[in-house]
């Protein structure tokens, strides 16, 4: 059975926004190798099927290479957010030394593959995403790895997407991150849309995610 799927479809945020001086005195700390150069990794290549409630669920081959997360994302150990989440019974480090990523070819953004525990991101969106985005959607997807740990089932069909309580956790924690960046109410709203959501959905997600 392929495991649900969590899927931040968040906006690329345009090139002028967000970034005042305390967000990129924050994000200093944040280093990420975009082009995954100097970096060792495998070929992969296996079938996914992506559900979505209310709709048959679409098989895709993904195609791609495996990383490690700490190859290409580092100084997230030492936000004070993650190790409150991983709580003091985890080790960040060892987790992250351990954790792999699948970085795939095509369109999307940043998710947790369940059944192969690991994050997956789109080439396109780890080479082009803006940092403060790419920096707020792992630690989203970092919420959600811990979820997966738990055993929470991260694709529960019983919850529209914007009241699923893991979506629900992971958003409020990410909202709660933009906040502490300096971002605004608009910038923040700006973040979270994503363009299949109802007015309604997204409306209900600002409202569920505090933002
Ligand atoms: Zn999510």
Known sequence: ?????????????????????????LLKKIKINRKLEGIKSRAFHHSHEWGRKGSAPTKIILHGRIVSFTDVFSGFEGVSIVKRTFGKHVNVNVLFAKLKVGVFDGPGYVWVDEER????????????GMLVSLYLDVIHELIHFKQHIDGKDLWDERYDYVDRPTEVEAYRI???????LGMNKKEIARYL???WLTKEQFKRLLKNSNA
Do not use: H, P, W
């Open 174 to 180: 990410s909202v709660k991150e933009a906040k502490r």
């Open 193 to 195: 849309y994503m363009k």
């Open 1 to 25: 059975m392929v495991a649900g799927i969590a899927i931040s479809f968040n906006s690329l945020l345009t090139n002028n926004s967000v970034l005042n001086g305390k967000a990129k005195a």
């Open 117 to 128: 525990d690991r994050l997956m991101i789109s080439k396109k969106y780890l080479e082009n």
